[in-house]
């Protein structure tokens, strides 16, 4: 009997069948991360700043936006290293897994922070716009939707009392970021970010070059442009020490 009910919907199978064929793959958030970024150098550089649509933005966003000049250094798996020097005083961040460490020699500043459960506290590559495999450790991607050829999901962290999140648009092409939107505990917008003019270091290997960050009125509050950019040609694993 069940075999004669199927048989008598073979027109209807056949449709659902064929909206199913037709329907686009999208892929898994752990498909577009920057797997092949091995290691990562570049320079950055604060082209346009102003400093009352920063201060518009929550948190210390506008006191780090003082950092103009910046060398970033990345080896896959969690390690970064933002070094600066500012009115003479060299000062360098080192992310490292769990572990966070900030150095400033000068005023005898040398402070190591176990960030474990605390993924807000982590910065990653997704600042820069790549999707590094690491973040998939502290973080769900959830696919919500096509906005005009980007794959848009909803970034999250996996601990359930976490309600902070972010929503990434994802070149398909190119796997980086092209826009990022930043949402507090509450759900409010504090920031947003583009990610523009990809550069192609290596074949099929991208990095934008270009960051504009607005702030929650949607002001354009500064520039960065990303310079001198290394992928894969090696980084000394004693920088990442403490």
């Given at each position: 009997m069940r075999w004669l009910v199927f048989a008598g919907s073979t027109a209807a199978v056949a449709v659902v069948l064929q909206s199913v064929a037709a329907a686009p793959v999208v892929p898994e958030f752990s498909k577009l991360t920057s797997t092949r970024f091995q290691t990562l150098t570049m320079d950055s550089e604060v082209v346009t700043e102003n400093r009352a649509e920063l201060k518009k933005i929550p948190g210390d966003f506008a006191q780090a936006y003082r950092f103009h000049r910046v060398s970033i250094a990345y080896k896959q798996p969690g390690k970064l290293q933002f070094d600066t020097t500012v009115a003479g005083t060299?000062?360098?961040?080192?992310?490292?897994?769990?572990?966070?460490f900030t150095s400033v020699p000068s005023f005898r500043v040398h402070k190591v922070e176990d960030i474990s459960g605390a993924p807000g506290k982590k910065q990653s590559l997704l600042d820069c716009g790549l999707v590094p495999p690491e973040l998939l450790d502290d973080f769900d991607g959830i696919y919500e939707r096509t906005d005009a050829g980007q794959l848009v999901y909803k970034v999250k962290p996996k601990i359930k009392t976490e309600r902070f999140h972010e929503q990434v648009w994802v070149?398909?092409?190119?796997?980086?970021?092209?826009?990022?939107?930043?949402?507090?505990?509450d759900g409010k917008l504090m920031s947003w970010y583009r990610y523009l003019n990809p550069a192609e270091p290596?074949?099929?290997m991208y990095v934008p070059t270009r960051v504009e960050v607005y702030n929650p009125e949607n002001k354009l509050a500064g520039v960065t442009v990303y310079k001198n950019i290394k992928i894969n040609l090696g980084v000394d694993d004693k920088i990442f020490d403490f």
């Open positions: 060299h000062i360098t961040y080192t992310i490292n897994g769990n572990k966070r070149d398909p092409k190119t796997h980086i970021v092209t826009k990022r939107e930043r949402y507090n505990q290596r074949p099929r």
